[in-house]
């Protein structure tokens, strides 16, 4: 057991159950209803957060600090709807050792927020195909997902790599229902919830002089 007063990765501060190879912290499925969606950067200031969810689809900069401070975040995501888990970035040419810890700190915020009585939704991200061996690991099946394909269908190399982890993901977890953040393909198949990424509203008002 490491000593709350020895900070080492937050391992002093809670030690989830874990699954696979890499000793993943597992996330439970969530169900949870909201009215509206807003990005993690947004959440301080937010109003009416009881009918709000929370997602992390922004550059890992602005969100950084809930994994660094943890305790200090419980109250603030506490008064939302609910959560989505860290989108932390999975790039392809990132070492795979760094994909595997950003997979694995999304999932130890998600297991350390549902400890609190938060509700958290298991946000699905990969990279390519072999991030197929663990980055399913700890994601929960049957239950509610949200992805995002923002930054994925800017090629044809992007798009055809984003719609094979898509399709590995319905394999894997059969998930009941999936937020989708972002562009839908007209390949993605399953209960798809859509909801527009700030960019393309943004896009939307330049278009129609909102």
């Known amino acids: 057991m490491i000593p709350e007063k020895e900070r080492y990765e937050n391992l002093e501060k809670f030690t989830p159950a874990v699954t696979g ?18 990005g ?40 939302f709807a609910c959560v989505l888990s860290p989108d932390f970035s999975l790039y392809t040419d990132f070492p795979v050792a760094m994909q595997i810890y950003n997979h694995y700190r999304k999932h130890w915020l998600g297991a350390y927020w549902q400890s609190f009585g938060i509700k958290v939704i298991p946000t699905i991200c990969w990279s390519d195909e072999r991030s197929f061996e663990w980055c399913f690991d700890g994601e929960p099946s049957g239950g509610t997902v949200a992805v995002s394909s923002v930054g994925t269908q800017r090629s044809e190399e992007t798009k055809r790599a984003f719609l094979l982890g898509y399709d590995v ?29 700030f960019q393309d509203k943004f896009r939307e008002a330049k278009v129609y002089g909102w």
């Not at 000793?23 to 009215?35: G, K, L, M, Q």
């Open 169 to 197: 993901m319905l394999e894997r977890l059969s998930p009941s229902k999936i937020i989708f953040y972002g562009t839908v393909p007209e390949e993605c198949r399953g209960n798809i919830v859509h909801i527009k990424s």
């Open 40 to 79: 993690f950067n947004y959440a301080n200031t937010a109003k009416d957060r009881a009918d709000k969810a929370v997602h992390f689809f922004l550059d890992d900069y602005q969100f950084l600090r809930v994994w660094n401070r943890p305790k200090d975040y419980i109250k603030l995501l506490s008064d």
């Open 21 to 38: 190879k890499y000793d993943i912290p597992v996330i439970e499925a969530d169900e949870a209803t909201f009215s509206d969606f807003i």
